[in-house]
């Protein structure tokens, strides 16, 4: 049946599929409408992707959600969006199921929680299959399969059988993606596809849905906050601020030409990796990837840093990052190609994906005689044995040194150790081999009662600001707690600290008395700042202080923290996964991975001339907020993931 | 717990934007004043704490408590003259209403009814608070210990509860009834709670567990703060929530199982009263004296249903997943206003 | 997986080896084992405390005598038991136990699986609602049943379930037609409240209800079914076609003709082997094991059925007819039993009040295998309803929280915006996973059942395990006490390691990590 209306009204290439006009959603909360978002017009066409671009609370993801019928059950929709002749708002549930999944499909955000935890993934796909299409299983079967090798799912016989808790992040939104295309809808919403994945694995999912989309022709609506996602992506971008839409336009004029102040003022929050570097940053261009094998090669026989046992294994298993000539007519047996070149003897001296030894970059050499805030000396450390789970090595061989004043970042993706290495310098995880050394006492081995006088001397700033203040304490005592407990300072000395505090992080002093629901994640962020501040630490830890705030707003808490640094002096260990980020705070970046540090140099070093393939990989994977730039790196960073994804 | 929370508002609205939502109402407050809100909001507990008190001051003032005179003119004890035709209820509707000498009746020896559900409710409201009591601080203690410090702690006290949990409370309950026997409530009290705890044991040790990998832990430990300074000041008030529902939970069992090891014989045993008691020593004249029997279990019902249902407002209050529930009635009304509005 | 069974297993064994201990402990103390010596004035009173003295060995430590108990328990494993004596009446241990444990699993089993059902049933359908009429009615109901004391219920239902129902059967004849009006009126609101839908269903729906329930009291009083109930063949057909319907509408929806078909077709052959079957259990002397055998056939006809409909799902027709079947095969047994019902209540040994309030089965009653079951199940009736009301309430507040938990989750609306109808949403993607947590409640609930055995049993006179504690605590008698304290605690550590393997076997989670 529906088979039929699609070959009816097969929209051909650039027609428009839906036509939104004068849309709105409302919710009814405390016994009164309140508008989520309002006066939406938009036309999607085939093959072209619509990205809706907003901050937290835009009404982005509702607006789209209403075109499906999937409010909750105090929203409502008004207004027209109209799929192929087909008036979606308003629509009676019954055939509001016909057109879900099959005539417009979702690919959601968290593709952990957006699967059903107790099916087989290729169930799913099959449900959805078998709820549209009148097919048997074992058809069904032989077109998830079909899907799943579309979506690039390795082994997809094996898959098929899998649970999601079984599939990693990227592959489980790749099920997801494969669900979502079964029954080739004309119009696909994919609400914020990447934003739960680490950068690497974003990278290949916007490949693969870049790969799709010109396959498939299907209109598309990309939901996002992440301008460098918009920027690989879209065709044409809507700006929507507090449910109203601000700008519309095609990709280079939102980029490029700006109009309203908001859209400029929310490019302008957007780090832009390379800012702080000469010369270019790695991945901007093909060259850089093919040009990589020679200047390692050099480098790698000046460099007195470098350890020479890594050359004999670079010689043996080369070809990861030696993605090589012919960029310029780059062919999709590009890997082949390398991979001749690999076995041809290409004289390179490089690292292979899976090493763990530390490249130092000139400069970067951990030189343990001088004066330092943090050391770490071939520092390993376990998050301990609990009931029956056993001890777990999160940080293997780390050799990292802090001097005083000194801003370090430390990048990496999930699971990747960065966070544990900030704890094990608060003394939250143990250090079981080499050695801790913070402010030059060692803290390895030290109790909770031990490490109190040392706690002075160090501060934290946590990701998530909800949750790193008592919600149960007004946030003035949060912040005076340490001045309380180290100093024992009581009554109106403490209260005239603690609004010193809050004038130094921007806040009004009234503040104080507020609890932390009350506040905005900016705010509380700034208040989890001036905790950590209140001794005046001579190191600071700031676990990805920023990746739990809207853009604009990080860009606002980075200003002040690096005023605060200029004023207060402290050293920091300032850990994210945005690699623009720290290259714009750190003066050196370290890289993990799986537990080990990979590279380490000055940001420029690592920025413009990464060694180790994993950073090479990570910088190319990074979008920037840029759509000419992002094309260029996008052929680079699409070598770089074919060259390393099995490496 | 809390991505469980998120991804339940997922749904409904972004999430910052459900803050906003929720600050705009809760402008200004402390958490406990939220908390207090939503419960003064929920009907069903707002009447069942009115009626409990009722019942708690009627029954302490009709039969006066340690040695205070009641108001009322009979005592439990005093036998009297049976009035009605079996010692039936006097209350009548000649002249409107009139309640009588003896409005619950009399028994077979002509003491009045009245008096004796009073006293048994004083009695079982009593224990019934004494068990709470006790069942607060052992599980709030043990299942704080166990949840914080994890390891061979948690594992001893842990199988000390399964110790617990293994036999029905009523069988425990009927052996150490036994064994302290007779007729003082507040002994029973005491030892029914020593049995009780171990659910709210556990339900604080996971809140405890989970508040644990909270960052604010994290950095109030960062802070300077000693262990004993972060369970109690940090995370206790962050398990109230908990302690506080299931402890009222825990006293709705609590009356319940008193009533039944009163009935069986192993709680409160004659000269001693209390509701469970009263039935029991009734039971056999249901036919005959049916006024015996209902009103002693009527008041046991009445208070074990009033303590559930604050229960259940104060688990509304607490849960932050509940917001204000919408008034779909409300809500088709102004829809519909709209829509003529349009017209 | 079974390596963490095993260590759980060990561990609770021990832990239910000190309990036994400590209570061995706490009984010496807490009984008085000379209370019927109290009040004598036998002029040989200090012989009568020393021969007591012996006969119990008390002049043994206590810690000693529990290890002599404890290895009396521990023959056992080589099959000689010896739980003591029942010092009172003489009696071995052992002979007390036999009957009971068999008493008890039988009022227990019964009780849980029909409060499961139900509370699943109308949890689930409270959530789904959640926040209407039905809903806030049906948190009252639980909330009343959370509150209500087992004996304060058992008394009423001793009085109104059984001695005025049996008034009743011997003299029917009503007073007001308004108890019928109101029920009727309140069966078409709880109707209408659960099925919910717009106005015109929602009016639709109450007077069907109403109608309906009417038409069956009608019915009953009418055709004076109450003294001689049957089934008969006209009901097996009814209810088996309306099973059949049902059963398709919960497993595929009715939109799927073939599976329609397949449960209507297996509705029809129970109907058509009904009065075969009437001949079998004249001729044939039944037990259970043909039951049991019957069952098996059927259902292997039923999933003969549902392949033999073939469609691209074959698996899921056989399901649906397989329930269907169970549904029908329990019709007819339930129509062959009451069949029976007219001999029954004509013994003298019932005089003509059928719904027993005393006792686990009639004495003197001799009959076929028929007349011995319909005799358990009237005594069954009024206990298991009381056990069903206490444990009712938790399983339905806990399946709507859970439920509740689980349609909130990504995956729901994921099911959603595939395109799945909200009948598919809820059985296949929200129940599933709304049950899984069950898991860890029933064995809680099943100690908790046992307790409430205790009263009941009491109550209504039923032999089992809790009026053993009961009687043998009242006469201080103390290896009856701790055989049911070990049997007890080895039923709820059985229960916890059933719940525990059928959780791992239902959550993928956890059946593949470990």
Redo the contacts between chains.
Sequence with gaps: MTEKTRSDSQPGKGSPILEVKDLGVKFWVSDEWWTAAEHLDYTVNAGEVLAIVGESGSGKSQSSMSL?G?LPSNGRATGSAVLNGTELIGMP??RM??????DI??I?Q?PM??????YTAGYQIV??LR??LD???SEAKERALELMRLVEIPDPEDRFHS?P??LSGGQRQRI?IA?ALACQPKLLIADEPTTALDVTVQAEILKLMRELKSKLDAGIILITHDMGVVADMADRIIVMRAGQVVETGTAEEIFYRPQHPYTRQLLDAVPHLGAGTEGEVFGSSLDDVESSSFRHAEEGEVDPHHDGSRDSLGTKHAGSATVAEGGANRTDDLDAESRELAEAGQPDHHIEMDSTETFYHPGSQADFSKPSALQLRDAAIEYPASG?KKAFRAAHHINLMIAPGEVVGLVGESGSGKTTIGRAALGLLPTVEGDMVVNGTSIKGLSNKQMRPLRKEVGIVFQDPGSSLNPRLPVGESIGEPLYLHEGMKGPELSRKVEELLTAVELPTSMRNRYPHELSGGQRQRIGIARALTLRPKLLIADEPTSALDVSVQAKVLDLFEGLQKEYGFACLFISHDLAVVERIAERIAVMRHGYLVEIGKSSQVVSNPVHPYTQRLLSAVPVPDPTEQRKRREARDAVLEATTNA | MST?ND??N??ALDEVRDNAIESKETEGLSQGKIVLRKFLRHKGAMISIIVLVLVAVFAFSAQGIAGLPGWWKYSHTASGQVLNPGGAPTWSFSNLFSLGEHPFGQDEIGRDNFARVMKGTQISIIVMFIIGAVCLIIGTTVGALAGYYRGWIDSVLM?IT??F????????G???G??V?GSSGPMLGLALGCILWTGLARLVRGDFMSLREREFVDSARVAGASDFRIMFKHMLPNAMGVIIVNTTLIM?QAI?LE??LS????GIQPPGISL?QL??EY?TS??TRPWL?WWP?LF??II??CV??IG?GLRDAFDP?MKT?PS?RKMKKAERMAQKGAK | MIR?ILRRLL??A???L??TF??YL??N???DFFWDLRSSTSPNIEALYESRRRLLDLDTPAVIRYFKWLAGVGGCAIGQCDFGIAWKSGQEVTDQLQGAIVNTIKLITASTIVAIILGIAVGMISAIRQ?SGFDYFI?FVS??L???????VA?LLK?YGAIDINNFINDPTFDSWWPIIIVCAAMGLFWMGALGGNGKRRVITFSAATLITFATIYYILASSWLQHPSIGVVGVIIIGLGAAVVMTYLSTGLKNRRVLYASLTTAAIGALLFMPLQYLFYYVEMNWLWMTGLLIVAIAVAIGVGLAFRG??PWDTARTTSFTAIIVAFLIFADRVLQGWQDYSNDPAINNRPIATIGASAPNIDGDFWITNLDSFTHLLLPSIALILISFASYTRYTRGSML?VM????I??????????R?VIMR?AL??AL?PLASVVP?DI??M???A??TE?IFGWNGMGKL??DS??QAELDP?MA??LI??LL??IANLVADFLYAV????IR?NA
Excluded: C
């Design positions: 499906l999937l549930p019954e199921q016909g057109v879900r999944g099959n499909s979702v959601f968290e929680t957006a699967l059903n935890p107790v449900e959805t709820v549209h097919i048997g299983p649970f808790h079984q997801m669900q029956r | 469980n991804n339940q997922a749904l199988r399964d110790g949990i293994i036999l029905p409370v009523i069988v425990v009927s052996i150490l036994v064994l026997g709705s319940v009533a039944s009935y069986l014989g192993f469970g039935i029991s039971q249901f036919a029997f279990g046991i019902i074990a249903l559930n249902f259940d997943r529930i779909w | 963490f561990s609770t021990l832990v239910l000190v309990v400590v209570l706490l009984l103390v807490a009984l926040y948190t909330f009343l959370y509150s209500l004391p087992v004996f304060w008394v009085q691209p799902d938990e909130g989750q990504d995956y609306r994921t099911a959603r915006a595939k395109g799945l109808n909200e598919t993607h599933r996973n899984l809680v100690i908790t046992i307790g409430g205790v009263i009491t504690f009961i605590m009242r006490v049911y304290i007890t605690g709820s550590i239902l959550d993928p989670r593949v």
